[in-house]
């Protein structure tokens, strides 16, 4: 803030009032109805005692400005900036929705999760939560389901959003294919893959990676196809420092995820084979080794193998 007033200035004679300051500011500005309404409130007042009609005792104006204009132009900035946060953590939520829902969205999930950490990376850790917590009830079921289909959709942006932001296996010694095939057979089945932080495992309720890849494709007004619900499986790693997703089968999914969950190789086997037909178990012998050969290629092992 440019200037403070006299009370400002005694206020801000030691650290202590200059935290006051601060938190009496941060309060007002952050004040969802606007900074005439914050520095009413209880939180703003026990700070510093200077309600709406008293703002100039702590905040001057200038040539041109009220004190409550100047505290707003922080107000306005402060909010503008939140949102562009958000729109860049779920670009295609916010081109699905359009910029005007989406924002109005995203503001009423930061009045529930207001902004509390020194870093913007967590801003939206709980809007999914909050989607799902404030998921209107719709009397048509198509609309209900177009609710559902935005919901995966902000759960596979998040995650992408969060593996590329989190560690990755740039640096680190991954398992080759090569390491796989030298495993000694009897041991095969009691050992466990340890798997990169970095790699994710969703169940989702529509195929919203698909749509996701659709949308980043083009850059044309979106056309919003219905969308039949169905379960997919997406795992999401980083690779490179490149963010890589992949369409997985069910029995793909819950091999990869048994192993992701610390169970031995024989485990995660007969939770694959659980999910799929009698008929095609001689047939997923042979898939499994391929699977193993392209995830080893992808890096989803450490190289180091534990019994």
């Not at 659709?214 to 219905?226: H, T």
């Not at 169970?263 to 997923?284: N, S, W, Y």
Request: charged share 25%; hydrophobic share 40%.
């Amino acid at each position: 803030m440019d200037t403070v007033s006299e009370m400002g200035d005694s206020l801000n004679d030691s650290p202590a009032g200059l935290d006051r300051v601060q938190r009496w500011m941060q309060a007002v500005i952050t004040h969802p109805d606007g900074v005439l309404t914050g520095a009413d409130e209880k939180a703003a007042r026990e700070l510093i005692d200077a309600g709406q009609g008293n703002l100039e005792s702590v905040v001057t104006r200038s040539r041109s400005l009220s004190a409550a204009d100047r505290l707003a132009i922080y107000a306005n900035a402060y909010y503008a900036r939140l949102l562009e946060c958000m729109a860049n953590i779920f670009p295609v939520l916010r081109r699905t929705l359009g910029e005007d829902i989406f924002n109005g969205f995203a503001f009423e999930y930061l009045q529930s999760f207001p902004s509390r950490s020194y870093t913007l990376n967590h801003l939206g850790q709980h809007f999914v939560q909050y989607l799902r917590e404030t998921r209107p009830g719709s009397e048509k079921e198509d609309d209900a389901g177009w609710v559902d289909f935005l919901i995966s959709l902000s759960t596979l942006e998040w995650t992408i959003y969060g593996v590329f932001d989190g560690p990755g296996t740039e640096t680190e010694s991954m398992l080759e294919a090569s390491d796989v095939e030298s495993i000694d057979p009897d041991a095969w089945l009691d050992i466990r893959l340890e798997t990169p932080p970095c790699l994710a495992l969703l169940a989702l309720d529509y195929p919203v990676n698909e749509f996701y890849t659709a949308v980043r494709a083009s850059e044309e007004e979106l056309e919003l196809p219905f969308v039949e619900p169905a379960v997919s499986y997406v795992a999401i790693s980083r690779r490179d420092y490149i963010v890589r997703r992949y369409e997985l089968s069910h029995p793909q999914y819950r091999l990869l995820k048994s192993l992701h969950e610390g169970e031995t190789v024989g485990k995660a086997l007969e939770a694959c084979a659980g999910v799929v037909p009698d008929d095609e178990l001689d047939q997923l012998i042979i898939d499994v080794k391929l699977w193993f050969r392209n995830w080893t290629m992808e890096r989803c092992f450490f190289r180091k193998i534990l019994v």
